[in-house]
């Protein structure tokens, strides 16, 4: 689903970008930070270079799975149960219009337990880095992520130690 931060980010960028200075957003622990309107956006939305990266860290960009159940909403911040420790991953590219000229980005991602327990996979996320600032008056900044779509599996995959599975990951609209 994708979250109402992205959804302000987009809309700031794309159609306020002349009036609005900063936005505020949840960054991946669910403090309030401000996200910069003016240029500060690195790749996104323009590129799709942070979802070619996997990543198993709370603040950083790409994509990130998690083990979670509860079901996304356009309040999430971020996933549910990050998956941090005994995993490795890669991802391939593919781009794609729809029937109304929708950009549609499927992400092929191969996650491999590198662990000597097993894992289950439910819940898959899209990340960026913004450029942010604590408070509205503060106008020192640093990079934060911000979760632009979390989505839950179809049904889990249990990774048993070394084994691989690959996810195929649709984002329509939010990738250019």
């Given at each position: ?25 949840k ?92 894992i ?12 942010c ?44």
């Open positions: 689903m994708i979250t109402k931060y992205a959804k302000k980010v987009l809309s700031a960028v794309l159609f306020a970008y002349e009036n609005i200075s900063l936005i505020p957003v960054r991946y622990d669910g403090d309030v930070a401000y996200a910069s309107a003016y240029g500060a956006f690195g790749s996104w939305p323009y590129s799709m270079s942070s979802i070619t990266f996997f990543s198993t860290s709370n603040n950083s960009s790409g994509i990130k799975i998690g083990s979670g159940s509860a079901i996304p909403t356009e309040d999430d911040y971020n996933l549910d149960e990050l998956i941090t420790d005994g995993v490795t991953g890669s991802i391939t590219l593919n781009r794609s219009t729809d029937e109304n000229g929708n950009t549609i980005t499927t992400a092929l991602v191969t996650v491999t337990n590198n662990g000597n327990a097993e289950t996979l439910t819940e898959i996320g899209y990340f960026v880095l913004l450029k600032s604590s408070t509205i008056e503060s106008t020192a900044s640093n990079n934060q992520a911000v979760m632009i779509d979390r989505t839950l599996l179809s049904a889990p995959i249990i990774l048993s130690t070394n084994d691989t599975a690959t996810i195929e990951y649709k984002l329509s609209g939010i990738c250019g």
